[in-house]
């Protein structure tokens, strides 16, 4: 139960980091938002590191708080070296594709690669490892955020489309990765 009670906390700090950044980026006289992934331009490599901690408004704080927290947590409650070997493999690779391939001129932010890359890990855990607990976190996953998924499929103004589906690629591949491991 301690272990539990320690993801949470995790998890809960992870998620005020997203929120002290944010109104830092409010009150400080210089704009952090431009830090985002800026397809095929060097210096929007840096966007890799510090996208995930950049939100265009509170509403999009809320919805991706709303969603990286549990995320976080069930991705903890089955291994913390791999919710953060995940989380940085996504960054990488899912942000990575996302600067590649990118629309021309876009800014792309938020921790939406993150969570989508923790969701196709949680996912892909369940097809990938023969384990009940696993498979049993896949099929909450599935239940209560499989909804989600169809935004990989829709194209929407504002909403980084590639991030969001190379994060849920990149995390996929994580869950694949982790099983050649074990």
Request: glycine share 12%; charged share 10%.
């Amino acid at each position: 139960m301690k272990k539990n009670s320690e993801n949470v906390e995790i998890a809960f700090l992870c998620v005020a980091c997203l929120w002290v950044v944010y109104f830092l980026s409010v009150f400080l006289p210089f704009d952090l938002q431009s830090h985002g992934i800026r397809p095929r331009r060097i210096a929007g490599l840096e966007g890799l590191v510090f996208a995930p901690f950049l939100h265009a408004g509170l509403g999009h704080l809320i919805s991706n708080s709303l969603a990286l927290g549990p995320l976080l947590f069930l991705a903890l409650a089955y291994s913390r070296r791999e919710t953060f070997e995940t989380i940085v493999f996504t960054a990488l690779l899912g942000g990575g594709a996302t600067w590649l391939l990118g629309a021309p001129n876009s800014l792309h932010i938020g921790a939406s690669g993150i969570i989508f890359g923790l969701l196709g890990y949680l996912l892909g855990i369940g097809l990938f490892r023969r384990e009940l607990f696993a498979l049993i976190l896949s099929i909450v996953v599935a239940s209560y955020y499989g909804y989600a998924l169809f935004s990989l499929f829709v194209v929407m103004p504002g909403v980084s489309w590639t991030g969001h589906f190379f994060g849920f690629a990149a995390g996929v591949l994580a869950a694949g990765m982790s099983r050649k491991k074990k």
